[in-house]
């Protein structure tokens, strides 16, 4: 026979947003003022205590990936530290990495060698073992410069 404890693990919230976590946190907190039976309060406090702690665990998940993110935005910057052309690096408030490389970028000389702006990101980001990280390459964004959807940006000005 399955225990009731072991059916109730500390996953059962795993599958659920902040959000709605919180929800669910207000609508205990008014179940537990209806509620008065003594059994029925104990339990709802104990449902109330597992649901804030499953959402100190996410909140804590989302401060370590958003770490994890800024890392990579700071590996991109070092490798992209002495191109020769202007580049902007951006990490949006979705975590997400844009490189802006300007108006017009895929008909400027790659002054590195051969091949197009894009082409000398794509080699030097392959070189950090980051070729397929969803990082977009782009001419700009609106997001560039913008407080409100940034997380970090980095401007480099090499020249071209």
């Known amino acids: 026979m399955i225990k009731l404890k072991e059916l109730l693990s500390e996953n ?8 709605e976590l919180a929800l669910y946190i207000g609508d205990l907190s008014n179940m537990l003022k209806s509620v008065r039976n003594p059994k029925s309060i104990q339990l709802i406090k104990q449902d109330l205590k597992d649901v804030k702690a499953a959402l100190a665990k996410k909140k804590n998940e989302s401060i370590s990936e958003a770490k994890h993110n800024k890392k990579i935005f700071d590996k991109v ?3 992209l530290k002495d191109i ?3 580049a902007t690096i951006h990490l949006n408030d979705d975590d997400k990495i844009t490189i802006g490389l300007g108006r017009d970028y895929f008909k400027k000389k790659n002054p590195h060698g051969t091949g197009a702006l894009d082409d000398e990101i794509e080699s030097r980001l392959k070189k950090i073992g980051l070729q397929n990280a969803g990082i977009d390459i782009m001419a700009s964004s609106s997001d560039f410069n913008d407080k409100k959807y940034t997380k970090a940006q980095k ?5 071209v």
Not at 155 to 159: E, F, L, N, W
């Open 84 to 86: 020769k052309f202007k």
């Open 12 to 19: 059962t919230y795993a599958k659920f947003t902040r959000n």
């Open 77 to 79: 910057a070092n490798a």
């Open 155 to 159: 401007d480099i000005r090499g020249g």
